[in-house]
């Protein structure tokens, strides 16, 4: 094959080839990043859709509890203030937000135990009813998001393409996990 070239010309074509293939692998590892990094975005904005959801619920939800606990109103402004904490810029910061938001709901629900009232009422069996759902959603794209981020932060770290991500300064993402101890225990919840 090659017969006739001179060994100069067989290791510049070598070297050709090489080169080629180097680009070649380059490219595809970098497109694989962006790939990966655009999943990790598109599972968070999935799971962002059903915190807005939870979000909006919790008006509703506080104003029902409200008419049967007016004495509980430093918990119920909690919630509120969980709520209304203010619009966050980094995922770091959301998901410690939405970290308070759950730990403000779980205290409505465990209000809501000294009050056999509420309990009974329709609006507030509706609402929570509502608030599994959505809970149940937010945990399916919790896991989502999470197996996204493990997915990116292993192409980001593992050799060989780990080289590729620090020339383009692909950084790991957070993952979507429990920050307070309390919350990783069991809750026992009866309505």
Request: proline share 2%; hydrophobic share 40%.
């Amino acid at each position: 094959m090659f017969i006739g070239l001179g060994t100069g010309a067989i290791i510049g074509i070598v070297v050709a080839v090489i080169v080629f293939l180097l680009i070649l692998w380059f490219v595809a590892t970098y497109n694989k990043l962006i790939g990966k990094r655009n999943t990790c975005e598109e599972a968070f904005s999935t799971m962002d859709v059903y915190l807005k959801k939870r979000f909006d619920l919790i008006p509703n939800l506080v104003s029902t509890v409200k008419g049967y606990a007016k004495h509980e109103s430093e918990t119920l402004e909690k919630v509120i203030a969980a709520r209304n904490s203010g619009v966050t810029k980094t995922t770091e910061e959301r998901i410690e937000e939405e970290n308070q938001i759950t730990g403000a709901l779980r205290q409505i629900f465990a209000l809501s135990e000294n009050y056999p009232d509420l309990k009974a009422n329709q609006n507030f069996l509706d609402l929570q009813g509502q608030l599994k759902s959505i809970e149940a959603d937010i945990a399916n794209a919790r896991k989502y998001y999470n197996g996204a981020v493990k997915d990116f932060n292993n192409s980001c770290e593992k050799v060989p393409s780990n080289i590729v991500a620090g020339m383009f300064h692909f950084e790991r993402k957070p993952m979507f996990e429990v920050t307070e101890e309390a919350e990783r225990e069991n809750v026992k919840v009866e309505f």
